[in-house]
């Protein structure tokens, strides 16, 4: 059974070893990329990540730069930031950890960030070059999902896939990313009706809902292959745990293939993360992909 588990450690711990090796080669070139994280306010789970995110970059020889700023902190001293970092030629990569205090437009900021070192993808002009099929920055949880996706099955063309969420951040660029690959794609949500009976017509399901177990072993047809990106703290059993969206224990039985949570996706975002961040500091110094 164990063999139908796609190993989001592993899988990661690949594709930041690439990205060491590009960024070597970079360094030879006098080019040392660099990501800028910017967290605004106290959530735990915020600094949690943006941790991870350091220690990641540290590892495959990213420099990066950390600014904290308090929960109170105004959209224009967030926006001051961001724009000294627009300015500033050393820094390649630019990620506002979301969501931000509820005072703050989020979009505002994130339209404040120079597309070229929008590491996140979440710029409109990135999102529109997303749907167009230009070479853009890709938001990093999808392209991870798709880095899983294409690790365990190959060729996606002609697949149906279901993605069960539809929100900016995933869910949409999700679609987009799949129908980029030849997939016949349903995008489910909260008002889509009987959703169970549309989900279980997938090869593949890619749940991003945020809605811990939400998705049985009744939704998934025989043999598919389900990538979850939900990550819900749950309590249970009197102590505090992960779980994602699908009930892993009834769906792995069903199933040929399904990511763990935690273990799966999570690190695969972060380490698409530093390739996206060695993809801008490439373009940013007229590099093609081979150089
Ligand atoms: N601008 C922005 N970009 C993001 O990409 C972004 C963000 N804001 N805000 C928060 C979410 C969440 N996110 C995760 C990244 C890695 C793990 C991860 O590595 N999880 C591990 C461990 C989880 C744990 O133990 O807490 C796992 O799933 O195995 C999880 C979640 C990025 N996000």
Known sequence: MSSKLIDGKAASARVLAEVAADVAVLKGAGIEPALAVVLVGDDPASHVYVRNKVLRANEVGIRSLEYRL????????????????????????????????????????????????????????NVGGLSQGRPVLTPCTPAGCMRLLRDTLGDLSGKHAVVVGRSNIVGKPMAALLLAANCSVTVLHSRSVKPEKLCGQADIVVAAVGRPRMIGADWIKPGAVVIDVGINRIDEDGRSRLVGDVDFDAVLPVASAITPVPGGVGPMTIALLMQNTVTAARQQHGLTAQE
């Not at 506002?96 to 005072?103: E, N, S, T, W, Y």
């Not at 900021?109 to 120079?114: F, R, S, T």
């Open 70 to 125: 308090g929960a109170d902190a105004s959209a224009e001293a967030v926006l001051e930031v961001v724009a000294g970092l627009n300015a500033d030629a050393s820094v390649n990569g630019i990620l506002v950890q979301l969501p931000l205090p509820a005072h703050i437009d989020e979009t505002r900021v994130l339209q404040a960030i120079d597309p070229a070192k929008d590491v996140d993808g979440f710029h409109s002009e």
